[in-house]
């Protein structure tokens, strides 16, 4: 069946790096964009990052722009997240998500929602 | 950035009961606008897209509407398994973002 599973995650302190994997089975990983996803301890959801199917489109939120780098390997069927100067605010569950795509009527335009979720890894930021 | 406001954050309400959420964008989002259900320690799932469209697997009991700033989760008769936080999403532009959440408990 279609899966997602991060790894990765772990305790670290501040300015130290931290690199996520996000293995796909089940599904033709290189049809599609995928998207990572972070909640801190109590909190929201925050979206972080997407990546297009060819790794040619990359989006980040402001707060990890400069700091996170999303890649993938296709070939692997894999997805990553290497995060580098990590804060305490940093600290999170981070998922890893297929991204759908729906064509919308403006020409060019396609609506994304975050579809298929991993269970996520914990990364801790702590001095 | 577009901010994204869900009220109320919190509700309680019965089995049976008709519930609904409401999200409201700072500026106009079209209908770029998802709905997602999580329950404690699991992974989100999305219920609705493009503010309407109910994601293949979701009961009927599940609704959205709204267009432009102001959106509407409806769950029609809630049901024990239910009881979750809910949280809107714009992906009309980037950066991309969640309201607070809505959390629905049992009265």
């Known amino acids: 069946q279609v899966q997602l599973a991060e790894s990765g995650g772990g305790s670290v302190k501040p300015g130290e790096s931290l690199r996520l994997s996000c293995v796909a089975s089940?599904?033709?990983?290189?049809?599609?964009?995928m998207s990572w996803v972070r909640q801190a301890p109590g909190k929201g959801l925050e979206w972080v990052s997407y990546?297009?199917?060819?790794?040619?489109?990359?989006y980040y939120a402001d707060s990890v722009k400069g700091r996170f780098t999303i890649s993938r390997d296709n070939a692997k069927n894999s997805l990553f997240l290497q995060m580098n100067s990590l804060r305490a605010e940093d600290t999170a569950v981070y998922y890893c998500?297929?991204?759908?795509?729906?064509?919308?009527?403006?020409?060019?335009?396609?609506?994304?929602?975050?579809?298929?979720w991993g269970k996520g890894t914990t990364v801790t930021v702590s001095s | 950035d577009i901010q994204m406001t869900q009220s109320p954050s919190s509700l309680s309400a019965s089995v049976g009961d008709r519930v609904t959420i409401t999200c409201r964008a700072s500026?106009?989002?079209?209908?770029?606008l998802n709905w997602y259900q999580q329950k404690p320690g699991k992974a989100p799932k999305v219920l609705i897209y493009?503010?309407?469209s109910l994601q293949s697997g979701v009961p009927s009991r599940f609704s959205g509407s709204g267009s432009g700033t102001d959106f509407t989760l409806t769950i029609s008769s809630l049901q024990p398994e239910d009881f979750a936080t809910y949280y809107c999403?714009?992906?009309?532009?980037?950066?991309?973002?969640f309201g607070q959440g809505a959390k629905v408990e049992i009265k």
């Open positions: 999403q714009q992906s009309f532009n980037t950066p991309w973002t």
């Open positions: 089940g599904f033709t990983f290189n049809n599609y964009y």
């Open positions: 990546i297009s199917d060819t790794g040619t489109i990359i």
């Open positions: 998500a297929t991204l759908s795509r729906v064509a919308a009527a403006e020409l060019y335009y396609y609506y994304h929602y975050m579809d298929v």
């Open positions: 493009a503010a309407s």
């Open positions: 500026r106009s989002i079209s209908t770029y």
